[in-house]
């Protein structure tokens, strides 16, 4: 069985939008994807762009906004926009918070790994983020992502604030920059990687051949 690893951010909307066109087009191969949600370290900003080193302009905003809309169409994906001025506000109470930016609901995904659930828990956290217009670094959004997931809020949290959960955070994004990913969503299979939600066609394809070369 093939294994493909997924790195992403729930307040990524190509990450968003990504994965669910790669769980769309990928359902019934004989591969395993392992999710690697991140965080973005205080130390490198609070935007997906600031996280790998980049910058994103006023246009560049302004198109991609633009271009995920046409995306989530094309692929019948439901994606609600924020208002202007409410990333801003959010931005301002991640700076006070103790938890880096998407540590929190990271932290919970990994929390929630062999109970079965943690596939619906992910689904809920980014249900969240880019159709209610949640934002997944407050706890009382994880503990409602938690519930929809059929996973115990009060446990959930307890856990995903334990060292070990910490540590494979950690190591989450030390395997993101060890594989060279320029940014989220990135799928990683046998070294070779694809980023963004425009190469999950060219991922398929590459599922395609290596099923049919194995079979």
């Not at 995903?160 to 494979?168: K, P, V």
Request: glycine share 6%; aromatic share 10%.
């Amino acid at each position: 069985m093939l294994k493909i690893i997924c790195y992403s951010i729930y307040h990524s909307s190509n990450a968003y939008l990504g994965i669910l066109m790669a769980n769309q087009e990928l359902a019934g191969f004989p591969i395993e994807v392992e999710r690697r949600p991140l965080c973005i370290p205080k130390t490198r900003g609070v935007k997906v762009a600031d996280f790998v080193g980049s910058k994103e302009t006023p246009v560049k905003s302004e198109y991609h906004r633009e271009d995920c809309a046409r995306w989530a169409k094309r692929y019948g994906i439901e994606l609600h926009f924020l208002a202007p001025g409410v990333f801003a506000e959010r931005a301002d109470r991640w700076q006070q918070s103790p938890f880096d930016r998407e540590e929190l609901p990271a932290r919970a995904y990994y929390a929630a790994r062999g109970t079965g659930k943690e596939a619906r828990l992910d689904q809920a956290l980014f249900r969240a983020a880019w159709v209610e217009g949640l934002d997944v670094n407050e706890e009382s959004v994880i503990r409602h992502a938690a519930s929809l997931a059929g996973l115990d809020p009060d446990r959930l949290i307890a856990q995903a604030l334990q060292e070990d959960t910490r540590r494979m955070l950690e190591s989450a994004l030390a395997a993101f920059e060890r594989d060279r990913c320029p940014g989220v969503p990135t799928w990683v299979l046998n070294g070779e990687r694809f980023w963004g939600k425009d190469r999950v066609e060219w991922l398929v394809e590459r599922v395609k051949l290596l099923t049919a070369v194995s079979s």
